[in-house]
């Protein structure tokens, strides 16, 4: 059964400051990573889709990594700000067809002004 | 942008009662998913939907819950006689094909069982 793990639950940080959330997975027989932010008792927003064949994505200050076979994943955030305080969610979609989700626990990330 | 919509965004029930919780997809998304994520928990997978018939559900997904797309653009989630531990926030998904081109998810529906 395919398990989803984050690290740090918790994480604080000064404005600007550069982060990197870590999410590892049990399984490597991934379909693809994505990685979500959750807002206080709001729906999910995707930030970025890696599929199993690639390595990293970027969007903006986001850039996620994907080592399949170490079955690790980062969320490198740079110059970090007020607004992006959130949880961050990783999840993976699992077999052949990538139908379901498995999510971690979540990063709850405050950035300080 | 397209969203995927849940009404309501909040809803009370009593213990024992039916509640039906709505959806609309994204209009040219083939799949369809309801997750839902008890209050302190991680977001857990119930169903997937796909030419109008179930494709995979888990094991929460027992006799209890059903799913149906009754017209062209909604999606529902029925829980029967509904039991305090299905309290939680219900979130509706879906994706154009498969989840290989990802998922885009509703805001939410709270479900309260009082």
């Known amino acids: 059964k395919q398990e989803v793990t984050q690290i740090p639950a918790a994480l604080s940080v000064p404005e600007g400051e550069n982060l990197v959330l870590n999410c590892s997975f049990t399984?490597?027989?991934?379909?693809?990573l994505q990685w979500f932010r959750q807002d206080p008792g709001k729906g999910l927003t995707s930030l970025l889709l890696i599929q199993s064949s690639q390595r990293e994505q970027t969007s903006g200050r986001l850039n996620a990594s994907l080592d399949k076979s170490s079955g690790r994943s980062t969320l490198y955030i740079a110059a970090s700000q007020p607004g992006d305080s959130a949880t961050y969610l990783c999840?993976?979609?699992?077999?052949?067809?990538?139908?379901?989700?498995?999510f971690g626990e979540g990063t709850q990330l405050t950035v300080n002004p | 942008e397209p969203e995927v919509t849940q009404t309501p965004s909040h809803q009370v029930t009593q213990m024992g009662q039916e509640v039906i919780l709505r959806c609309v997809p994204i209009?040219?998304?083939?799949?369809f998913y309801w997750y839902r994520q008890i209050l302190g928990q991680k977001v857990e997978f119930l169903v997937s939907f796909y030419n109008n018939e179930i494709s995979e559900k888990s094991e929460i997904f027992d006799d209890q819950f059903s799913v149906e797309r009754p017209d062209g653009s909604n999606f529902t989630l029925k829980i029967r006689s509904t039991k305090l531990e299905d309290s939680a926030m219900y979130f509706c998904?879906?994706?154009?094909?498969?989840?290989?081109?990802?998922?885009?998810f509703g805001s939410g529906t709270r479900l309260t069982v009082v």
């Open positions: 999840a993976v979609a699992e077999g052949t067809s990538g139908s379901r989700l498995t």
């Open positions: 399984d490597s027989a991934i379909y693809n």
């Open positions: 209009s040219n998304h083939l799949y």
């Open positions: 998904a879906s994706s154009p094909r498969f989840s290989g081109d990802g998922y885009t």
